[in-house]
């Protein structure tokens, strides 16, 4: 959990002397800029003494050492704090604790599954949403205190994985490489596509990787190994490092896997010799085919099992296409095989192309890594152009860190629930709502910092500039509550924007260095600012450099 001195929850408990059910609902944030904090009063309104207790709440608040105003308009108070309040509570906090807000060690321990592409190519930008929204939700997680692991679920079982396989089986160099291997799974579908009756022999397959031909077992692990190193290679170019992964293939003949028979086993009916249970809407779920293999769903019903065992909370984070099946999964988990932990899903809607869908399986893709490639080129020349005195390392340092971040930036800010078609011209983009953009705010912070006055007496005389950056930096818990509450991302994206847009604004209207008596002052708002927004950038991706 966060901690902090919450001026919200202070105001809250200061109203619950004179209205004891005084909550969290009844007092907003206010964002209009006449106040801080506004206090609804209609459930109150209709009681005699109304008038009487909005005085009391009134004359009890005026007399808080942090609140500056109280006025009432209808049937809202509206609060103000001081200036002065908020920036010694940050600056407190950070001098004592060295980060605003501190944090307390949550004991949930909490399992974040994310990507968990299926290992039969290059992870492409469609998919990598998932992995970029998955990321930054551990560390927001983390960084509200919760003990937090990352897993993958290594999807090495089933029709795709046996596809790619047999494409190698069918090739005639056997090349154990990710273009040789694309090659040949491309070639199994679309032979496939021509004659569907060629799909018997990835079920001869599933059916000899099941009952473990040791042949079968090891080439196939040894070509999963080769696509999933490569897609481990791929994220770790845009930061993202999961801590563990787990084999599907793990849980064909599990203790898992007979923990879940044992629990359905009065539920599970046939149909065709093949194996399912009924949901309470009455839809089939199956679990094993005629031929006795089994199906994803039961393992991964069984790879659910094995997560609670260690873990009080379960995130998956899908694409918005399984809203179905985790829908199904739930109601299994939770009501037929008495899951222990708390699962929670996190949907996200896909990229695609100006063209279309991207599939790996017909080659219309644009892989991580060719965005990757193509948006350091694109920065490379921005960055020559506007530093022309830098050397060339210099240059290419600060080319990689606005590419990975433009991409990590461009994708973290989008609702989830909205569909993005991917454009070069707009992920590229390098000006507006943008990492850049807020990479060059903290550059300037490094500049102004460095030759400001730190020390000797402080102003306690605010304008408008100062106050507005001041009221945005105390708002960062409230956005980190927001995305730990949302299990979202955005929130803390759409925060660090208008903290910049503040700071800007600050920036080009109250002059730091040379100030005279605002100058300490100044600089200990500027300290606050380059801190909250490192720690909130940190949270998204975004690689802040001290020079640009």
């Known amino acids: 959990m966060l901690l902090f001195d919450d001026v919200r929850e202070s105001i809250i408990r200061v109203c619950r002397k004179i209205v ?14 006449h106040a801080d904090f506004s206090l609804k009063l209609f459930r109150l309104s209709g009681k005699p003494d109304f008038d009487q207790l909005k005085e009391n709440i009134v004359i009890t608040l005026r007399n808080e050492i942090y609140v500056d105003s109280v006025t009432v308009e209808g049937n809202y108070l509206n609060i103000k704090v001081k200036d002065l309040s908020y920036l010694d509570i940050m600056d407190t906090s950070i001098k004592e604790k060295g980060v605003f807000p501190d944090t307390f060690q949550d004991p949930e321990r909490v399992l974040l599954e994310h990507t968990s592409t299926n290992p039969t190519g290059p992870i492409h930008i469609g998919r990598s949403r998932n992995s970029i929204v998955g990321d930054s939700l551990s560390r ?15 999807n090495d079982t089933g029709k795709q994985v046996m596809g790619l396989y047999l494409g190698y089986r069918k090739s005639k160099e056997r090349i154990v490489d990710i273009p040789h291997l694309l090659e040949g799974y491309r070639n199994v579908y679309r032979e496939i596509e021509e004659d569907k009756g060629k799909e018997k022999e990835i079920e001869a397959l599933i059916k000899k990787y099941e009952s473990g031909d040791p042949a079968v077992v090891r080439e196939v692990r040894e070509i999963c190994t080769v696509m999933l190193k490569g897609i481990i290679s791929s994220l770790a170019r845009i930061g993202i490092k999961i801590d563990d992964y787990v084999w599907e293939s793990g849980f064909l003949k599990s203790e ?18 093949a194996q399912f249970i009924e949901l309470s809407n009455g839809s089939k779920v199956f679990l ?11 393992r991964d019903l069984a ?13 998956d984070v899908l694409g918005e296409d399984h809203r179905d099946y985790a829908k199904s999964l739930n109601e299994i988990l939770q009501e037929m095989v008495n899951l222990r932990s708390k699962i929670s899903f996190v949907f996200y809607s896909f990229i695609s192309l100006d063209s279309g869908k991207m599939s790996t399986r017909s080659g219309n893709v644009v892989t991580l890594d060719e965005l990757i490639e193509k948006a350091e080129q694109n920065a490379l020349e921005i960055v020559k152009s506007k530093r022309p005195d830098l050397p060339d390392d210099d240059l290419h340092k600060i080319a990689s860190a606005v590419a990975v971040s433009a991409i990590r930036f461009q994708i973290a800010k989008i609702s989830l629930g909205k569909e993005l078609v991917f454009k070069w011209s707009e992920a590229l983009n390098l000006e507006g709502d943008s990492a850049p953009y807020i990479m060059y705010s903290y550059a300037r912070t490094t500049k102004i910092l460095k030759e400001a006055r730190v020390d000797g007496n402080m102003s306690t005389v ?5 106050s507005s950056l001041i009221r945005k930096l105390y708002l960062y818990p409230y956005s980190l509550q927001a ?9 803390i994206a759409s925060y660090v924007l208008e903290l910049v847009r503040s700071f800007n604004d600050f920036y080009n209207n109250c002059r730091v260095v040379g100030s005279g008596e605002h100058e300490v002052k100044r600089a200990k708002i500027v300290s606050i600012y380059r801190h909250v927004l490192k720690d909130a950038s940190y949270l998204l991706g975004i690689t802040l450099l001290d020079e640009m």
């Open 256 to 273: 898992e896997m007979n923990d879940v028979l044992s629990a359905l086993s009065e539920r599970i009916k046939t149909e065709n010799d």
């Open 483 to 491: 995305a730990k509450d949302g299990l979202r991302v955005d929130p």
């Open 462 to 466: 605010f304008d408008k500039y100062e």
């Open 288 to 298: 094993r085919r005629a031929d006795g293999t089994s199906l994803y769903t039961l």
């Open 303 to 315: 790879y659910h099992k094995f997560k609670s065992l260690n873990y009080d909370w379960l995130i």
């Open 20 to 33: 004891p059910d005084v909550g969290s609902k009844d007092l907003d944030t206010d964002r209009t800029g």
């Open 140 to 154: 927001v997680l983390k960084r509200y205190g919760y003990r937090v692991s990352t897993q993958y679920f290594v």
